[in-house]
């Protein structure tokens, strides 16, 4: 196993993590196609839990650097010079957390499309057609409940909060009509119509 890691000072720790992956895959060449070190020895080397390592991995796929493969590991999607993904500064940390809110959010509505239960579809409904800043928020929150992971909710919740996430920025009725559209396609159990539409939201809220 390579030396460039190094156990990391508690403040900050999704920040240093997702530096020493960075730094891990360019010391070590790493190209589209190779394989990272699972996440449970990545948090042994590292010192940190494996939620801590989960969202650097999280930021990472958010920026098409790595890819996912749910019990088959996580791998190099593109080369860092070709996603332009140069190690971060503290001046664009907030920039990361809001790649990661968002793909935390498709991923929860997407989730909420297969795992919502009835007192779920009860809640989203009056939820989705509700409008002011405080209720639209209650929306996303009931859609995090909805999806039925705790952690990935927890997560989506930390990096809402960090990057200061213009998610729940009233804009009139335009809102509440894609929360509609939301609500809708995860009543329907259609989990990637729900996710897009989680997505094209979070697009037009950022403008």
């Known amino acids: 196993m390579p030396t460039v890691f190094r156990e990391v000072n508690r403040s900050r720790l999704y920040e240093q993590v997702l530096a020493q992956l960075r730094e891990h895959i360019?010391?070590?060449?790493?190209?589209?196609?190779?394989?990272?070190?699972?996440?449970?020895?990545?948090?042994?080397?590292?010192?940190?839990?494996r939620a801590s390592v989960k969202q650097a991995v999280v930021?990472?796929?958010?920026?098409?650097?790595?890819?996912?493969?749910?019990?088959?590991?996580?791998?190099?999607?593109?080369?860092?010079?070709?996603?332009?993904?140069?190690?971060?500064?503290?001046?664009?940390?907030?920039?990361?957390?809001?790649?990661?809110?968002?793909?935390?959010?498709?991923?929860?509505?997407?989730?909420?499309?297969?795992?919502?239960g009835d007192s779920d579809l009860a809640s989203l409904d009056p939820a989705a057609t509700a409008n002011g800043q405080g209720i639209l928020e209650h929306f996303h929150e009931t859609v995090r409940e909805a999806a039925h992971n705790p952690l990935l909710a927890d997560f989506a919740r930390e990096a809402a909060e960090y990057a200061e996430s213009p998610t729940c920025e009233p804009r009139s009725g335009s809102a509440a009509a894609e929360h509609a559209r939301i609500a809708e396609a995860i009543a329907a159990g259609h989990a990637h119509t729900a996710g897009l539409e989680m997505a094209r939201h979070l697009n037009a809220s950022a403008h």
């Open 59 to 116: 930021a990472l796929e958010s920026e098409g650097v790595v890819q996912v493969c749910h019990g088959n590991g996580t791998y190099l999607r593109t080369d860092l010079d070709a996603a332009g993904a140069q190690p971060r500064t503290d001046r664009d940390a907030a920039e990361t957390a809001v790649e990661a809110h968002r793909a935390l959010e498709v991923k929860l509505a997407e989730l909420a499309a297969r795992n919502r």
């Open 26 to 49: 360019a010391a070590e060449g790493l190209r589209t196609g190779d394989r990272l070190p699972p996440e449970r020895r990545l948090a042994e080397l590292l010192g940190v839990s």
